[in-house]
């Protein structure tokens, strides 16, 4: 159990003051750059933009969780992020948000066409464009196609019958003392457990974080 009091990280997330629908949060952005967008109109941009996607079935991480990897990404203080799985963006966004004030940059894979398109709607609306490149395809072909050791951060978040492939690839892509990150690895367990299996066979150290009664869990493992 994590104590959540020492997560604080001055942004709205779990409970904003004001939550606006989406349309209400898009009119009320000025003309955005990366540079100007102030974190309380983003935050209150990606409430708007969590809550649709609670209402559209949309598998975002958790308020949370939110809180507790952007607590990690301003502790370590990554250059290059991977994202495995962006579905309409919140969570790159939100990754975004604790990193912008150093300009990482961070690369996401999708396989899913409209997932990217709205994604990138997004991205731009809010002035991240610049900061991320977004990888449309099958991530288990395209993982391949990067540099590596080019990430200290990764991130994955997609089919989970496929995370012990995902990982494998993560892992020659991670440079050293690079973190990666798992998510579900509680709620979807049953489907990973493949992935459970190499851990163990490979003696690979991790930790697996229960937050709060949050019933995902999100398993950290350093490189």
Known sequence: MI????????????NPK???S???????????????????????????????????????????NTIFLQRLLVQRHPKHILEVGCANGYSTLRFWQSTRSWQARITTL??????????????????????????????????????????????IDARKIYTLDFFIRARQLAAPNALIVVDD?????????????????ESINHTIERIDDDEDGVMLIYT
């Open 185 to 201: 690895v509680i709620k979807f367990k049953d489907k990973m457990l493949n992935f459970y299996d190499y851990l163990k066979t």
């Open 22 to 64: 989406l349309p209400e949060a898009i009119n009320e952005l000025p003309n955005i750059t990366p540079n100007n967008i102030s974190d309380a109109t983003l935050s209150a941009y990606l409430n708007a933009l969590y809550a649709q996607g609670r209402e559209r079935h949309t598998p975002n991480i958790s308020p949370i």
């Open 110 to 155: 999708e396989v899913s066409t409209p997932n990217i398109t709205e994604a990138q709607h997004h991205f731009s609306a809010t002035g991240a464009n610049n900061d991320i490149t977004v990888h449309e395809g099958n991530a288990l072909e395209l993982m391949p196609q990067l540099p590596p050791q080019a990430f200290d951060f990764i991130f």
């Open 18 to 20: 004001r939550m606006l």
């Open 3 to 14: 104590d959540l009091s020492l997560l604080a990280l001055g942004t709205e997330v779990a």
